[in-house]
């Protein structure tokens, strides 16, 4: 999230307001996914591992395609679903881990 500012004054011509969107799409994604995590129920383990490398993948693919992608709009679409799965995801396999330990 470093990088936001830079991105938003550089290559978005929303300039303030497109770092002000990416920003509350970071947080809406993290707020759903949250709220999402505790109401789905838990993978097993073998599908977890290959949630988690799917969707780091997919974390990278889309943070790198945020540099590429001249609209904010779908800049805005790609974080609040990326950050909202990671979430899930992460939460997820943390109350994996516990049921383990």
């Known amino acids: 999230m470093v990088g936001i500012p830079v991105l938003a004054s550089e290559r978005l011509p929303e300039g303030a307001t497109a770092f ?6 970071f947080a809406g994604g993290n707020f759903f996914g949250h709220l999402s995590a505790g109401s789905l129920p838990r993978p097993d383990a073998s599908r977890m591992r290959w949630l988690l490398i799917l969707l780091f993948a997919a974390f990278g693919i889309v943070i790198g ?3 590429f992608i001249p609209y904010t709009w779908i800049d805005f679409a790609n974080l609040c679903i990326t950050y909202m799965e990671l979430i899930l995801t992460v939460h997820e396999s943390i109350e994996s881990y516990r049921t383990v330990i």
């Open 20 to 25: 002000g969107l990416l920003m509350s799409a």
């Open 65 to 67: 395609a945020l540099g």
